[in-house]
């Protein structure tokens, strides 16, 4: 029977990027949040988007189908820093294949999906990128 384990996701997907040079060149790991930021974060940071699960079945195969987005966060004059970070998120999670911490064992294999990059209207100068992710669980 599929089981949603789209926690024991996030959870790999936030130490993937903790444990990315490129990601934390751009974002200290305390910047790394799940998808409830703090009210006023310091810039630049990267928060998770809510996860969309659905269960996978294959022949032999009883597992899920996640989909999830990370959110980045930078300011600059132009969109440089900001379609910097998403592309370190990026590839630090495509075609990677991680071991969740949940019971029984499975892994997630990551598959990057696409990206969008825009202004974010709240601050001048400030951009957001949303890195899609597609997680397979198995």
């Known amino acids: ?10 959870r790999a997907v936030l130490a993937a990027l903790e ?7 751009i974002v ?9 930021a703090p009210a006023d974060p310091v810039w630049p ?7 969309a699960p659905a269960p996978f ?8 189908r996640v989909a999830l987005s990370l959110h980045g966060f930078a ?15 990026a590839a630090a999670l495509d075609g990677r294949v991680l071991p969740l911490d949940d019971d029984p064992a499975a892994v997630a294999h990551l598959a990057w ?9 709240d601050e001048a100068g400030a951009f957001h990128v ?3 992710m597609e997680a397979v669980v198995v």
């Open 1 to 10: 029977m599929a089981r949603d384990r789209s926690l024991a996701v996030r």
């Open 19 to 25: 444990d990315s040079p490129a990601v934390t060149a």
């Open 28 to 36: 200290p790991p305390e910047r790394l949040y799940a998808a409830a």
């Open 45 to 51: 940071f990267v928060r998770t988007g809510v996860a």
């Open 57 to 64: 079945r294959a022949s032999g195969l009883d597992g899920m």
């Open 75 to 89: 300011r600059g004059p132009q969109e440089d820093a900001v379609a910097a970070l998403g592309a370190a998120i």
């Open 113 to 121: 999906t696409g990206s969008r990059l825009a202004r974010d209207d």
């Open 130 to 132: 949303v890195v899609a």
